[in-house]
């Protein structure tokens, strides 16, 4: 015997209503192991791995933080050894700390000559 | 409707702000938590597998990995209601792969209605004749058709949930629909529905 389309329908609504109804219940056991499992996970330290995981992901995760790895190199380097038409900063610093003679260098011409009188 | 979509949200911001708390260290939020989203993981856990002891599992299972993701959560990028019915569908997923497939011809007969004085026990052999079509799908079919029709989630969290598109989802839950049509066809008159409609 088979019902029609509406029949099996409404049977079926019937069906998931009960269900709905009357859901399966979880068994205070169950409730157990997972409120020590939640105690456990709380209780236990952060170690370092988890401790600069969890940095990493609040830096925007793995991605992002390669790439402010490379921007940071990159700057580095320009820092250190410019491509030319662009002033040897770091050199010329370098080069003042060690040696008072900072005359005809960039640095002058960000007026900080003659802040220093 | 509008106030419906307000409710859930509020709902979902409750569970986001309880798990920001259990991270702080507020031993109450775990078992707030544990109290809202053990039932529903559960019983779409057993609906799935059909068994019990399985469904506890992967119930435990998928609130262990929300806990030792909590201090990582970050409100506002998904629900966590959402975020745990995708882990228990993909643990489900992982078991019932396990398992050999069980034709529905094997699977048990409900109880015998006319043996059966009470109602009670006719509420409890239609719910075995429905576990026992829910077991004859397939099992993407099934997760869909209880996510929709017993968990009462909407197509498009389903569609996140089992990663894949609306129209899949709304495919899914028809095709399964009728699916559990034709398995229980055969058994209206034994799960007692022509006699309430008789009688």
């Known amino acids: 015997m088979m019902m029609n389309n509406m029949d099996s329908d409404n049977g079926l609504e019937a069906l998931f209503e009960q269900a709905r109804a009357h859901p399966p219940r979880?068994?205070?056991?169950?409730?157990?192991?997972?409120?020590?499992?939640?105690?456990?996970?709380?209780?236990?330290?952060?170690?370092?791995?988890d401790r600069l995981r969890a940095l990493l992901h609040k830096l925007g995760g793995g991605p992002a933080v390669s790439g402010l790895i490379t921007a940071s190199c990159l700057g580095f380097?320009?820092?250190v050894a410019p491509p030319d038409g662009l002033p040897d900063l770091a050199g010329q610093l370098l080069v003042q700390q060690s040696d008072t003679a900072y005359e005809a260098t960039d640095l002058a011409g960000f007026g900080w000559d003659q802040d220093e009188g | 409707m509008v106030m419906q979509i307000e409710t859930e949200d509020q709902t979902a911001d409750a569970e986001a702000a309880l798990l920001q708390r259990y991270a702080a260290g507020d031993p109450a939020a775990a078992r707030l938590l544990a109290v809202r989203l053990t039932p529903r993981l559960f019983g779409h856990a057993q609906r799935v597998l059909?068994?019990?002891?399985?469904?506890?599992?992967?119930?435990?299972?998928?609130?262990?990995?929300?806990?030792?993701?909590?201090?990582?959560?970050r409100s506002g990028e998904a629900k966590v209601t959402t975020w745990l019915y995708r882990v228990v569908a993909n643990l489900c997923t992982d078991?019932?792969?396990?398992?050999?497939?069980?034709?529905?011809?094997?699977?048990?007969?409900?109880?015998?209605?006319?043996?059966?004085?009470?109602?009670?026990?006719?509420?409890?052999?239609?719910?075995?004749?429905?576990?026992?079509?829910?077991?004859?799908?397939?099992?993407?079919?099934?997760?869909?058709?209880?996510?929709?029709?017993?968990?009462?989630?909407?197509?498009?969290?389903?569609?996140v949930?089992?990663?894949?598109?609306?129209?899949?989802?709304e495919s899914l839950t028809a095709r399964g629909k009728r699916a559990l049509s034709a398995a229980l066809a055969g058994k209206r008159e034994a799960l007692g529905y022509d006699d309430e409609q008789h009688g």
């Open chain 1, 26 to 49: 979880p068994s205070e056991a169950l409730m157990a192991r997972i409120m020590a499992d939640a105690t456990a996970a709380q209780a236990q330290p952060l170690g370092f791995v």
């Open chain 1, 77 to 79: 380097w320009l820092g």
């Open chain 2, 50 to 73: 059909g068994d019990a002891a399985e469904a506890e599992d992967v119930t435990q299972e998928a609130l262990l990995r929300l806990w030792r993701i909590a201090p990582e959560w």
């Open chain 2, 95 to 159: 078991r019932l792969r396990k398992r050999v497939s069980t034709p529905l011809d094997e699977v048990a007969e409900p109880a015998d209605p006319a043996l059966s004085a009470h109602q009670r026990l006719q509420d409890t052999a239609r719910m075995d004749a429905l576990q026992a079509a829910l077991d004859s799908l397939p099992d993407r079919q099934r997760q869909a058709v209880v996510l929709r029709h017993i968990d009462g989630l909407a197509n498009p969290e389903i569609a």
């Open chain 2, 161 to 169: 949930i089992l990663e894949v598109g609306v129209e899949a989802v």
